[in-house]
């Protein structure tokens, strides 16, 4: 039997040629006719691969992972499907270090060139290989400095400060930095791994199957399902499991562990409510591991693991609605894949959509009305961003030529999230679940995009119930930049009070506590964004007196109160400020404080000095963005 891959690579191969056109009228919003479909899969801007020729359908990596010198030392040995009987395997790589590439048929080392270094795409790596149809390549390689994926963390940086820890963060188009591959969401492709750890350290890979020798520091992984390269993922470090029960479990240093399942103790309530909506969970294991603060986002979707920033750890579960969100990416985006960055909305905004699901399946309407309208905020933040940036809100994306970490924003997630509420109000939530159910029973392990899903909710969703495509608006949620007209903003009942204490507080009244009794970290949130910029020094005073804002130990309260701290110049919480910008390292925290510091004359060097001492605690993800910012002058 063909593998999947190749099968998809197969017969689009031949639609494209079929259809003899161009791919890249897949996006023009007034063809929808069956042609689209049949041109729908596009050769990825971001990847050198040419899956077409050669493909790989299984990647092997012997890895030593040697914390001294901050180098993972591999062997990448890979399985080439080779249906056009080419004499060319293109891969992609980014400040890797080739030693020597060997063919097995004939044992020999084979020749290959490393191509010109192109800003965050990298070097493709060609290699001459046999016209065999199946055959295996192996490379020798090394990783560098510029390893962009890779944090290495010292003892101090961690919480139990006696152990070194890393961790590699792959979305968008990082793998590349720390072992070659074909580097494309549309490329997926089966691996196992043999790695190998200093003594006293656990290793964590997202795979399905994990055996370890402790005591020598070897584990071997096996991950059967194909997943793209970017779902690849590794960490090492003084690592403890507990399970929570016999299907979720938490990996965490031990001084974290305890906290940590606790907060997240609802994870199998979570599996079990996600499967009930839209079929089985099909990953075996669902675990977290928490990372050190540097993470630099709240949570990736890596399989079998989500990996997760200690920021959710606010002691009241009250921040969990991450987990549900990088699980529902057990379906979208791990199941069904974004074939090319620009349809990174079929990742996210439909993950959004899955986690409010989950969310209202175990905590009510009430609750995941509070997430929705966060998120509405949030939206309209972004577009008044980028009002005058037209191409940035439009759902599908065109990133050719930009690095897609900087392309994507919160438009996808937000924006994503309420084209599927307005298709649910067109059909009904029953016809609605039915659809995206078999949505991604039939896309299961593979990538798909935008034009292909434009085209099975016509015939599978709208058709059926007399609804044309245009009628439903979806092509110009997905190819129009901001928000259609008449679109609701969603409500929340539970907001009401917070915004009424809010108001009457701003227009100089009193502050009655009473009325914060049972708040949840939302209220608190929608508390602090409902203040209005009028508020004067003695308020922010009032307030942080009252409710110890600058003492927080919630990531989120606190990151707005700092936020506001610094719109006021509230000087009393500037050190808090120092503190969190050196010790957190999540970017979606980070990158908005500099950017309102930076805004002002004295922030600015206030911004600058705290970011010497903060970066080597960050991730280059982080580190990149922020120096972004200084750099725009
Ligand atoms: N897959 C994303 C993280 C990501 C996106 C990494 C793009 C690299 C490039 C993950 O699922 C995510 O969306 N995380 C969010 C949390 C979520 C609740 C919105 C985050 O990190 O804040
Ligand atoms: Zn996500």
Not at 407 to 420: P, Q, R, T, V, W
Not at 487 to 514: H, M, Y
Request: proline share 4%; aromatic share 10%; net charge negative.
């Amino acid at each position: 039997m063909l593998n999947t891959n190749l099968r998809t690579v197969l017969l689009n191969c031949l639609l494209i040629f079929l259809a003899g056109a161009v791919v890249s009228c897949a996006s023009d919003p007034t063809k929808t006719n069956q042609s689209e479909k049949t041109t729908a899969m596009p050769t990825d801007p971001h990847s050198a691969a040419r899956p077409q020729e050669a493909v790989v359908a299984h990647e092997h990596l012997q890895l030593q992972v040697d914390f001294d010198k901050k180098v993972i030392t591999g062997i990448a040995t890979l399985t080439v499907q080779n249906p056009s009987k080419g004499k060319k395997l293109l891969l992609d790589t980014r400040n890797l270090a080739i030693d020597a590439v060997f063919l097995e048929t004939d044992g020999a080392k084979t020749d290959f060139t490393l191509g010109a270094n192109q800003p965050f795409i990298g070097q493709a790596l060609e290699i001459n290989i046999s016209e065999a149809e199946k055959q295996t390549v192996i490379i020798h390689y090394r990783t560098t400095d510029g390893a962009d994926a890779l944090q290495w963390l010292s003892p101090e940086q961690t919480a139990g400060k006696k152990h070194p820890f890393m961790f590699t963060q792959g979305q968008a188009i990082l793998s590349r930095t720390w072992f070659p591959c074909q580097d494309s969401p549309g490329i997926r492709f089966t691996w196992s791994a043999d790695v190998t750890v200093p003594k006293d350290l656990e290793a964590i890979m997202s795979a399905e199957k994990r055996t370890a020798d402790s005591s020598a520091g070897k584990y071997h992984f096996e991950m059967t399902k194909p997943v793209p390269a970017y779902l690849v993922a590794l960490s090492a470090g003084n690592l403890a499991f507990k399970a929570i029960d016999d299907r979720t479990g938490v990996f965490a240093e031990p001084e974290m562990l305890d906290r940590s399942v606790y907060e997240f103790a609802d994870m199998g309530k979570m599996v079990a409510a996600a499967e009930k909506l839209y079929g089985a969970y099909r990953w075996g294991r669902y675990d977290v591991l928490v990372l050190p603060p540097s993470f630099p986002f709240g949570g990736m979707e890596n399989p079998c693991v989500t990996f997760a920033t200690p920021t959710i750890l606010a002691g009241d579960r009250s921040l969990v609605s991450l987990i549900a969100h990088e699980l529902a990416h057990s379906w979208s985006g791990n199941l069904v894949t974004n074939a090319t960055w620009d349809d990174f909305w079929l990742n996210e905004g439909f993950t959004v959509y899955f986690e409010r699901r989950i969310m209202e399946s175990l905590e009510g309407k009430e609750y995941a009305d509070m997430l929705a309208v966060i998120g509405y905020q949030d939206l309209q933040g972004t577009l008044e961003e980028f009002k005058n940036d037209t191409a940035a809100s439009c759902l599908k994306l065109h990133l050719q030529g930009k690095d897609p970490d900087d392309g994507m924003n919160d438009i996808a997630y937000e924006k994503g999230y309420l084209l599927l509420c307005s298709l649910e109000k067109q059909v009904g939530r029953e016809k609605w679940d039915s659809f995206l159910k078999k949505y991604f029973d039939d896309h299961a392990f593979h990538s798909t995009t935008t034009e292909d899903f434009l085209v099975y909710l016509e015939t599978e969703l709208l058709k059926p119930n007399q609804i044309s495509l245009d009628a439903s608006g979806a092509k110009n949620w997905i190819y129009k930049p901001g928000l259609p007209e008449g679109v609701v903003a969603p409500v929340s009942v539970r907001f009401q009070i917070a915004g009424e204490l809010a108001a009457s507080f701003s227009a100089g009244g009193q502050l009655d506590r009473n009325k914060t009794n049972g708040w949840s970290s939302h209220e608190w949130l929608h508390f602090l964004r409902s203040l209005p910029a009028t508020l004067t020094a003695n308020q922010m005073t009032v307030l942080d007196k009252e409710f110890a804002f600058t003492r927080s130990r919630n990531s989120e309260i606190l990151f707005e109160w700092l936020s506001i701290s610094v719109t006021h110049k509230y000087l009393p919480a500037y050190d808090a400020l120092e503190n969190f910008l050196v010790h957190t390292g999540r970017r979606k925290f980070v990158l908005p404080l500099y950017k309102k510091l930076v805004g002002t004359l004295e922030g600015k060097d206030f911004a600058r000095r705290i970011f010497l001492k903060a970066k080597s605690n960050y991730h280059s993800v982080t580190r990149q963005s922020v120096e972004g910012l200084f750099s725009q002058g």
